[in-house]
């Protein structure tokens, strides 16, 4: 394979200004640059492995869930919705089937809710200026949520229709 001509490798570099991007500086920042595989920099990266990992990472979810109660009016709504939902669920007699379906959208709308308010989250940190990017970001993800509330709304008016019918 040495013998192999290295494309451009007869030209002279290529000049660029500092704030261009040039693809060889990541190796130049990456500890022992070209002797470390990525999955051996991803696991120094992330710390822990196996049991440890899962232990921590469950931790982080925790502090997601309660960040996301403390912070955001939307969440909390949607999570006591849900658990009033859930509670009942227990006691109306649905088959089997309906209840998994309306369990699934449960947790579809709290799991919508939680990126909902993560995005949020992510764009004010970037910036609370307004930018008509920023409102499309936060629009949309309200839209996500307005579609899984809906679903939510329509699926349980579906499941109460079989009880009368």
Known sequence: M?????????????????????????????PDAGTETAESFAVNAKGKTGFGRIVKAAGYSADGFMAAYKNEAAFRQAFWLNLVLLIALVFIPLTITIKMILLI????????????????ASIDHTSTAQHPLAKIGKDVGSAAQFLALTL?????????????F
């Not at 040495?2 to 920042?29: E, F, G, T, V």
């Not at 939510?152 to 009368?164: D, E, G, H, N, Q």
């Open 105 to 120: 959208a449960s947790f579809l709308s709290i799991i919508v809710e939680l990126f909902n308010t993560g995005l949020e």
């Open 152 to 164: 939510l709304f329509v699926l349980w008016l579906m499941a109460l229709s079989t009880l009368l």
């Open 2 to 30: 040495s013998d192999l001509k290295q494309p451009n490798s007869d030209k002279q570099p290529i000049s660029r200004s500092p704030n261009q991007h040039n693809h060889h500086d990541h190796a130049a920042h990456t």
